[in-house]
């Protein structure tokens, strides 16, 4: 299939398709799973005449499933971490599963004019580059809402 070729081991995240009304609803079934489960939306159009159009139509629904993906997200991490794990929120035990090379998903929530904690959460993105590790930043709070904005979902 040329979409699995143009895509390739591009990790986009998230894929919309725009299209007719009929085509673009079928070209999202016959997605092979890796990229069907990358697919956020399907909707018609009827000839967009600009990109930034495209972009338009596209937005909304890359907008709900990144609200979505932080809700669950935060979710798993507050239920890891009453329930004692896999997780853990706070700057210190992050480091500490990160030297025992557990941390799975950094999480950050980054607060408007805090430089030390933008700082400190920089210093963490470094950390996580070196163990190949998925890094999250989330718009709300959650757990995180009483810490320094720093959790982390563990392999174990």
Do not use: C
């Not at 990790?11 to 997605?31: F, N, T």
């Not at 998903?105 to 950390?127: K, S, W, Y």
């Not at 163990?131 to 757990?143: I, K, L, M, S």
């Amino acid at each position: 299939m040329d979409l699995v070729r143009i895509i390739g081991e591009n990790r986009s995240e998230r894929l919309v398709i725009l299209g007719d009304k009929e085509l673009a609803p079928r070209l999202g079934e016959s997605l092979p799973p890796h990229l069907k489960d990358r697919l956020v939306g399907v909707q018609s159009v009827h000839q967009p005449r600009e990109l930034g159009e495209m972009l338009e139509l596209a937005l909304p629904h890359f907008l709900r499933a990144e609200v979505r993906e932080d809700v669950d997200l935060l979710s798993r991490l507050k239920e890891g971490v009453m329930r004692g794990g896999p997780a853990t929120i706070g700057e210190e035990e992050v480091r500490a599963m990160f030297e025992q090379g557990r941390v799975e998903t950094l999480i950050l929530h980054p607060r408007d004019g805090d430089v030390a904690r933008a700082e400190m959460h920089n210093q963490l993105v470094l950390i996580a580059q070196d163990y190949r590790t998925e890094v999250a930043f989330v718009d709300e709070p959650g757990v995180l809402d009483e810490t320094d904005g720093v959790g982390a979902l563990l392999r174990w």
